[in-house]
């Protein structure tokens, strides 16, 4: 299974993006897809992860109310709507698959390659 990110581009403070992740086939082996995201110099950080089975979605304290996820069945398709951006959003953006329901890592089977996101002022 491939996942392949999308949407990123450099914006200014306060604009939107709407960032997608396709899956290259349906899996019963993703029971959530997550997004992390990993500025330069620093390691990845969990962002939001979305349950697949029904859309629930849980976010980091840093972009909640801010960041809003949500699953696309038909297109076999995460996407992640960013608003109010700030600099500290820039960063590469990652999509990654696993099994469990969770913000660690560790315990995702399949990633992106990325997408990166440059917000300035």
């Known amino acids: 299974v491939q996942l392949v990110e999308s949407g990123g581009r450099p914006v200014e403070v306060g604009g939107s993006l709407r960032l997608s992740c396709v899956a290259s086939e349906q899996t019963t082996a993703m029971y959530s897809r997550a997004w992390f995201r990993q500025a330069p110099g620093k390691g990845r950080v969990f962002v939001a992860v979305v349950r697949w089975s029904d859309g629930y979605t849980e976010y980091a304290e840093s972009v909640k109310g801010r960041f809003s996820g949500s699953r696309d069945v038909v297109n076999n398709a995460v996407h992640l709507q960013m608003n109010s951006l700030k600099p500290e959003d820039s960063a590469t953006y990652f999509c990654?698959?696993?099994?469990?329901?969770?913000?660690?890592?560790?315990?995702?089977?399949?990633w992106g390659q990325g997408t990166q996101v440059t917000v300035s002022s």
């Open positions: 990654a698959g696993g099994m469990k329901f969770s913000r660690h890592e560790s315990l995702y089977d399949y």
